[in-house]
């Protein structure tokens, strides 16, 4: 266990579907990020909070929308979404974004399935 | 073009055997270089360097930083099937846009018993 979960593990939806991940940490850190994983290719970061506030958005397509309501949680809300965006989608954690307390505790990601 | 290359892309060895994991990475903006373990899901973190020539060790994991030629190595030595996962390094820059990690492919290693 990292002390960052993740619901729900497993998540078909359709492409009009709307649906939210969740994501929480109990290491009490400052920094929460959203990756995704897709097969052959490298881990993406898509979004990074900083203390609730975000710091980066790495062109990501507006079908996926973050919420972070506290340093605690983070949400991916996703709507209208493509079979491409099928993947891992994992959170990680850190304590902060800055120097060496960038070491990242990871979820274990929800696996999405767009049909 | 990937900032951060490892190789190699997939390994098979046999228990006991020892193996060497390369990541090379992109000089701009270095902060640090990471690896991560990933078994089912999640990477869980190994090490994180930032000085060149130092070794770091845990049991039979050690990995080490050269900032000359801009690599990293991960050794495992006496393997064992548990060591079977993907093995990630990620690169972390200063900058304005600090906590961006930049991730190689990773490499799928398989110990076979």
């Known amino acids: 266990e990292t002390g960052v979960t993740q619901t729900p593990r497993h998540l078909v939806m359709g492409m009009t579907n709307k649906k939210s991940l969740k994501c929480e940490q109990h290491l009490g850190h400052n920094a929460m990020y959203w990756y995704k994983q897709s097969a052959k290719k490298p881990l993406e970061l898509m979004f990074v909070y900083n203390f609730k506030e975000q710091t980066e958005n790495n062109s990501v397509p507006s079908r996926f929308s973050p919420e972070c309501p506290n340093s605690s949680h983070l949400f991916l809300h996703l709507h209208t979404l493509q079979p491409e965006d099928s993947a891992l989608y994992l959170c990680?954690?850190?304590?902060?974004?800055?120097?060496?307390?960038?070491?990242?505790?990871f979820g274990p990601g929800t696996r999405l399935t767009v049909l | 073009e990937d900032k951060v290359v490892q190789s190699p892309l997939s390994l098979v060895v046999h228990e006991g055997d020892t193996v060497t994991l390369n990541c090379s990475y992109e000089v701009t903006n270095f902060r640090s270089l990471l690896w991560y373990k990933q078994e089912k899901k999640a990477p869980t973190f190994l090490f994180m360097l930032t000085s060149s020539g130092i070794e770091k060790k845990s049991g039979r994991l050690s990995s080490i930083l050269d900032k000359k030629e801009l690599f990293s190595i991960l050794n495992i030595t006496a393997t064992q099937t548990g060591d079977s996962a993907i093995y990630l390094c990620?690169?972390?820059?200063?900058?304005?846009?600090?906590?961006?990690?930049?991730f190689g492919r990773g490499t799928q290693l398989t110990v076979w018993p």
């Open positions: 990620a690169q972390a820059d200063r900058g304005s846009t600090l906590g961006r990690l930049y």
């Open positions: 990680a954690s850190s304590r902060s974004t800055k120097g060496t307390d960038n070491e990242q505790f």
